[in-house]
């Protein structure tokens, strides 16, 4: 099978999130034999030029027969950002949507899509929809980190300004249009979990769907001795709303009573683009590290008694928890935290919502060794039996297959123009 597929981001290095999902399914499609021409969007930020931006054509030209990289224009300059910004402040399109629009990538659909030689095209983002026609009856799938108006209308919930809420919940509104318009168009959508499935089926009855859901490499994220310690861990990249809420509810709301029931606690929350707030809290409390971004998250995470998911805003499934179940850690999360994921609270790890159960269940795991390694052995058990990359790619490779027999044709969409 020949694959084109359209990534909003250079899924190299695998640093977490959507980076680590689509590098290891790129790795399992060609175990299973297919052939994918990858054309992404470069965000210097991520991936500076020079040196790291070949080594990753390098590492990605493995798996893919072509790789090719195009601008994001947003990414350009602040001034770009701040029009793009702006721009769809006033747009019947999403921001995404017009920060994804490229004169390349137009062309380039067409140009390979004209050859005849693909049998299937991936869109790694609704935010892809204006693209969608350009395939020639090429089938197209339309893949779904999380629902995207769910993700907002739950972000715009714990914005704190006005202005914030206001735009967030407006980018809600417009994702759901987008969503219920175009997925049914789709041969099928490949969302991470049921509850995702589910939620995509509400906004768009037509929808297919075929569930893929997130996965861990069991032997990279292995066990390692550690966690004697009272020490607590998060990880993830602080510059997602998500996540920076989530250490900050944590620091606002749950560690001053940890701290006043475990005096010599520590707290550290690794993740890129620190938070403002985090790094200030870390300077005057000198029991909370922020390292920012490190190589190398497993030796942090062993050294961790309990590690955290405090997540009030998300979609999806979260690959920060598959990882610390594959390194059989005691996990303390929201019911958010693990929405999508086949484990039970109680039995693989402990649930809190509450400010108060969240820090009761920190203290009491802290306390208790023999319920933290029931908690990380069966956690571990469970990443091994249902969340291996290989089972999944396998799936992904069975989805495509069904999903090229499609004969619907995308209708096309207005035009996107940039600033």
Known sequence: MRILYVSGVI???????VLQRNYNLLRELKRHGAAVHLLAFHHPNELPHGAPLEHSKRELGAFCEAVEYGELWPKKSRFHLLAALGLAAFSRDPFAVRAHYSRWLERRIRELCATGKFDLVHLDTVSFAPYAHLTGGIPVVCAHQNVESQLFERRAAHERGWLQRRY???QARLLHRLERETCGQYATNIVVSEDDARTLREVCPEARTSV?????DTEYFAPRAGGTEPVIIFTGSMRMFANSDAVRWFLEEIWPGVKAQVPNARFIAIGRQPSAFAAEFAALDKSVEVPGFVDDVRPWVARA???VVPMRVGGGTRLKVL????????IVS??????????????HYACADEPRDFTAAIVRLLGDVAGRERLARAARDRAEQKY???SLGRKLHQAYAQAALDTRA??????VEPA
Do not use: C, F
Request: no cysteine; glycine share 14%.
């Open 11 to 17: 899924p190299y290095p695998p640093h977490g999130g």
């Open 168 to 170: 967030v919940a407006r």
């Open 212 to 216: 893929i859901a997130n996965g861990v």
């Open 305 to 307: 008694a309990v590690y």
């Open 323 to 330: 990882d610390a179940m594959a390194q059989g850690k005691a």
């Open 334 to 347: 929201t019911t958010l935290g693990a929405e999508g994921i086949d484990i039970a609270a109680g039995e």
């Open 388 to 390: 291996s990359w290989t």
């Open 410 to 415: 995308p209708k096309a969409t207005h035009a």
